[in-house]
Nanobody
Framework: QVQLVESGGGLVPAGGSLRLSCAAS????????MGWFRQAPGKEREFVAA????????DYTDSVKGRFTITRDNAQNTVLLQMNSLNPEDTAVYYC???????????????????WGQGTQVTVSS
């Protein structure tokens, strides 16, 4: 069955970096766009970044542009999120998600994704 397992979260001081990893299994990974979302306490889950299945083009929410980079390794069935210049507002649980429907472009809304990982906590101290 489809599984998405995130790792790499932790506690980091403001200005620091983390790299999140999402290991995918149970489906044809290179045929699906993938996304990262995050959810802070008391807030709705929000889009962070997504990567196209076909040409690795990417999309980012404005608040992370220039600081975060999403990449994928189809040989390892993995999608990565490199996060630099972290600030306390980035504190959240980060989720990896599979775009619903094979061969579709990345999207920004949670309803456009059909499988989710369990999440990994990122905490940025001030």
């Amino acid at each position: 069955q489809v599984q998405l397992v995130e790792s790499g979260g932790g506690l980091v001081p403001a200005g620091g970096s983390l790299r999140l990893s999402c290991a995918a299994s149970g489906f044809t990974f290179d045929a699906y766009s993938m996304g990262w979302f995050r959810q802070a306490p008391g807030k709705e889950r929000e889009f962070v970044a997504a990567i196209n299945w076909r040409d690795d083009t990417s999309d980012y929410t404005d608040s992370v542009k220039g600081r975060f980079t999403i990449t994928r390794d189809n040989a390892q069935n993995t999608v990565l999120l490199q996060m630099n210049s972290l600030n306390p507002e980035d504190t959240a649980v980060y989720y990896c998600a599979r775009r619903a429907y094979i061969g579709t472009l990345p999207a920004r809304h949670t309803t456009e994704y059909d499988y989710w990982g369990q999440g990994t906590q990122v905490t940025v101290s001030s």
